[in-house]
């Protein structure tokens, strides 16, 4: 059984900054991209980062220059770190884990870890 566990969600002042972790445990396989979404009140789920088995990243428009996606392999854990976090970003941040079992692709999503921003 594979298991998501996000950590780091919290309540900060705007301008604060927050780092997110997600480790995964159990038979996961061989893991591709790990990412971080996030879903605010009656919005979708939205990508916020991602980051390649090669080490490349992508990041949405709007995490561009504050947030910073890493991953360590030999915990497959990654982290989100969050700096000059504004109301905005307050959201249920969701960890995803794309990953290969026996030569069939899988994709995990952990429960989520709440980030409140105040103003």
């Known amino acids: 059984q594979v298991q998501l566990v996000e950590s780091g969600g919290g309540l900060v002042q705007a301008g604060g900054s927050l780092r997110l972790s997600c480790a995964a445990s159990?038979?996961?396989?061989?893991?591709?991209?790990m990412g971080w979404y996030r879903q605010a009140p009656g919005k979708q789920r939205d990508l916020v980062a991602i980051?390649?088995?090669?080490?490349?990243?992508n990041y949405a428009d709007s995490a561009k220059g504050r947030f910073t996606i890493s991953r360590d392999n030999a915990k497959n854990t990654v982290y989100l770190q969050m700096n000059s976090l504004k109301p905005e970003d307050t959201a249920v941040y969701y960890c995803?884990?794309?990953?290969?079992?026996?030569?069939?692709?899988?994709?995990?999503w952990g429960k989520g870890t709440l980030v409140t921003v105040s103003s």
């Open positions: 995803n884990v794309g990953s290969v079992v026996a030569g069939t692709r899988m994709n995990y």
């Open positions: 980051i390649r088995s090669g080490g490349t990243t």
């Open positions: 159990g038979s996961i396989g061989s893991i591709n991209a």
